[in-house]
């Protein structure tokens, strides 16, 4: 049995998880009742008993919480926060990128973003093979349900009046970037281009790609092989068909899923191609990819308890 301890329980990240562990009998969950969940010392007590501590919290108190954790005890940690995602000492924890070993192996696991978990899937393993190059100028363009944004983000969309979509980003600076940059192994800072529309969960990461300006000239169907084959293994990420698809879309109250779908679309000649992941953003997003990061920490089946089609 481990014992779980999820500090930030009542936000968004932390229920959706809390759902995925219910009735897994190889866990038993540390809880604090709401009057002490936010309180130091209860806090500090939890996070030292537990086999594995699961931070769903701002990145200031992700960092607060690591630092009431004995450093040579017996508590291993997954942060679902941006706090660690490029700090040293830290897994990354996309096990599909990195390596399962690596993450059953580690200590520190920090949780990729969910923007970054669509950008990284499809450019990460095609720049590793030099199917696409390391420098090139990558822009994002991506759009996502309203839980990305937590509690606060949830009742702005849920109030009268909510917009019917919000794009951001405009400072150029989103957290998400030095991720982006650093977990593809890039030369140059990404442009991101986010937005936020009245669903409540989901996204579509998407990266336009001018084909015909590369050197090596890739084509799209080679890229959707190199996935393809990339993502064999996995029962989390597949490549899907492109031909015949002209949309997509984010339905309004879509079921949670821990399943990513990866499209590469290309046009007539060869010159330009779109690659498109499609994902849950509380499921492979956040919450899906820590309880898998949980079943490998615990020496588990990698999918045990998540939502995934049927193979
Ligand atoms: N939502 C998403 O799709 C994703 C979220 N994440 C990351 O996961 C983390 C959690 O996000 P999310 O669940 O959306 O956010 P929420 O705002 O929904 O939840 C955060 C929770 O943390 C609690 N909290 C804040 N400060 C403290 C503290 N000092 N001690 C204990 N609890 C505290 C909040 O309390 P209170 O309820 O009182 O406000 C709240 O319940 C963030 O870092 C976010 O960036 C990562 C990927 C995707
Ligand atoms: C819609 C929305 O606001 N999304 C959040 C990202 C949610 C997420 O991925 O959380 P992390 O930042 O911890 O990775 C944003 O853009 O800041």
């Known amino acids: 049995m481990h014992k779980v301890f999820i500090d930030g329980a009542a936000g968004t990240t932390g229920l959706e998880i809390a759902a995925r562990l219910e009735g897994r009998r190889e866990f038993e969950l540390i809880t604090l009742d709401d009057e002490r969940r936010k309180d130091t010392g209860a806090r500090r007590e939890a996070l030292n008993e537990a086999d594995v501590a699961i931070l769903c919290l701002p990145d200031d108190a992700a960092r607060e919480a690591v630092e009431l954790i004995d450093p040579v005890g017996g508590t291993r940690v997954i942060d679902a926060s941006s706090a660690h995602r490029t700090a040293e000492g830290w897994c990354y924890g996309f096990p599909e990128l990195v390596g ?4 059953a192996d580690a200590r520190r696991v920090s949780n990729p973003g969910c923007y970054p978990t669509g950008f990284l899937a ?16 990558y822009t994002i363009n991506a759009t996502s349900g309203y839980s990305g944004g937590g509690k606060a983000m949830i009742a702005q969309f849920e109030q009268d009046g909510a917009p019917a979509l919000q794009s951001y980003g405009y400072s150029m600076a ?21 937005s936020v529309v009245p669903a409540y969960r989901g996204m579509i990461v998407e990266v336009p790609l001018h084909l015909g300006a590369m050197e090596g000239d890739p084509t799209a169907d080679a890229l959707r092989e190199a ?3 990339f993502y064999a293994d996995s029962a989390v990420v597949s490549v899907r068909e492109s ?18 779908e990866l499209f590469v ?12 992941a499609r994902l849950d ?12 990061n949980l079943n490998l920490l615990c020496g588990l089946p990698e999918t045990a308890g998540l939502a995934l089609p049927d193979a």
């Not at 399962?100 to 993450?103: A, H, K, S």
């Not at 679309?265 to 498109?276: D, I, K, P, T």
């Not at 953003?281 to 898998?292: H, T, Y």
């Open 243 to 260: 031909a015949g698809v002209d949309k997509l879309v984010l339905e309004k109250n879509a079921e949670p899923t821990d399943a990513m």
């Open 265 to 276: 679309f290309g046009n007539e000649g060869g010159w330009h191609a779109r690659l498109v």
């Open 100 to 103: 399962r070993e690596r993450v």
């Open 227 to 229: 996935l393809r084959e």
């Open 122 to 137: 499809l450019v990460a393993p095609l720049v590793k093979q030099s199917l696409l190059p390391a420098d090139w100028p």
């Open 281 to 292: 953003n509380l499921g492979k997003g956040a919450s899906g990819a820590a309880v898998q």
């Open 174 to 194: 989103h957290k998400h970037r030095p991720e982006m940059k650093a977990h593809a192994g890039l030369t140059h800072g990404v442009i991101f281009a986010p």
